[in-house]
């Protein structure tokens, strides 16, 4: 009881103490506050965006069969898929026709697909994924399911159908028989579904081609076995395997991107700043004050004690401060700060509806990276301070 | 009042603020679990590899299934022109 009662009242004297400088203090915890904030805003939205990539992209195709030549893709011809059928395990191959269609009107780059969805692992329950309408049926022809921001679009210029140009500036037309619900709208936003001989049409794809192969396996466990003896078989594909897609977007967002190191060197510049301007050593001011206490009969360790918790106060309530204004930042203003570098000139992206990732790892990391080094570098030259005589700090200052 | 009241005062008001997040945050994750099986029929309906956050660039857009060569297609040595391809870093594995 009485050495809470000891800490309590030097508690109030770091408080008062602060409270005396409280404008070099607040300037502190201002920029303190300020790298924290940005530290923490960047690994909520990038850990929320990995956690949404990954519980969504839980079930995309388990093989993805691309053609490469001259170190691009290029079309798929059936034989591919008739050469896979050697191979033990697979239960289904389902060729898909997709390509990037680019609006000039409104300068929007629409993703357009074309699949029998029928063949299709739950391609019988699409028609729930919709707002209105309904998945066109199995060979019909010259209809289209609307991502939302393509629906918009459409009903801008007021008409009822989606007219896109072909290579050679021939117009086709689709009828618009369903449009994606907002739920799937950080999937589907930008999507055009459409026949698989449509899309042929549109992109003028010769023949029975694809541009990518879907291939599933009887045990999920054989992914990667299976994957390598299509690599093996097809020298001049590349396999893409669903866990690899997953790990694609568990280090996308990472540190290691240029926005992610920009964030981080700002953060250490602002550390390497403070810890210099703190241990490079105290003020004429503060050595008088340590001293005076010295002479009252303070112990090293009590003015230890105060500059510790002097150091704790700025330090955490930055780090408290820092860590709420970003959690609000990224889920409800939807990480406004990185918004324009997340989608860059997009004409279409979805709204961000993030939930932040507050995890014991994340919280760990800020502390580390903010507090820790704070308070070694405000400890250690008090430390030295108040170990000198105080006669002799006195007659120095 | 003593300072370290005012400093108690403050922390529950911070500690108030956090509470009322995290349950709003709670709320949220339900919204997105009742969102996650429409997600989860088109993802497996459509065969998507993808979220669409970014549409500018296409190893944005598909960054799982691009094009490795893709942000220096132009020309050799071609700079990545598209802002997103600064947040985006290109998956290790597959350089």
Redesign the interface.
Known sequence: MQILARQ?NV??YA??SL?RRRMKNLSVLLVFTAVIFLVASFQMTTGA?TR??E???????QI?L?RMSA???VDIPPEYAARLSSIYGISRI?P?VWG?YFDEVTG??L?V?G?A?DR????D??H??LASGSFPGPGSRGSVVL?RAVNDMVQARGSHLLSLFRNDLSMASFEISGV??D?????????V?MNIDDARDLFRIRGDRAT?L?VYVTNPNEINTIARKIADLLPDTRV?TRP??L???R????W?????SICLLTALTAFIILAWDKASGLSQEEKREIAILKVLGWQTADILAVRFWESL?VSG?SF??GV?LA??HV?FFDAAL?R???????????PF?L??E?TAQVVLLIFCLSVLPYLAATVIPAWHTASVPADSALSGA | M???H??LL??AI?GA??AG??L??AQ??AR?E???R?????????????????????Y??????T???APF?DHPGAMDH?????????????L
């Not at chain 1, 989608?343 to 992206?349: A, D, K, M, P, T």
């Not at chain 2, 497996?44 to 590899?49: D, E, I």
């Not at chain 2, 802002?83 to 597959?94: E, M, Y």
Request: glycine share 6%; hydrophobic share 50%; with cysteine.
């Open positions: 309590i508690l109030d408080l008062s409270w965006l949404t990539a519980r969504v992209l839980e079930n995309a195709p993805t691309q170190g691009r893709q389902v898909r990037y929007a780059n993703t697909m699949l969805t299709m692992p739950m391609g329950q699409l729930l994924a991502g994606f619900a739920a799937t709208d950080i999937l589907t936003r930008d999507l579904v990518d879907c893409v690899q897609i790990k694609t977007y280090v996308v967002f990472g290691r991107s240029g926005f992610g106060l309530i408290l401060v709420t959690f609000i889920a990185f324009p570098i997340m989608v860059g000139w997009s004409v279409i992206f979805p509806h939930v932040p507050m | 003593r300072p370290s005012i400093l403050l922390l911070l603020i956090d997040l995290i709003s945050a949220r994750r997105q009742q969102a996650a429409l997600q989860a029929i088109a993802v497996s309906g459509l065969g998507l590899t993808d979220l669409c956050l970014a549409t500018e660039a296409r944005t857009r598909h960054p799982a299934v094009d490795l060569v297609m598209f802002p997103t391809g600064s947040f985006w870093a290109p998956p290790r594995s597959r």
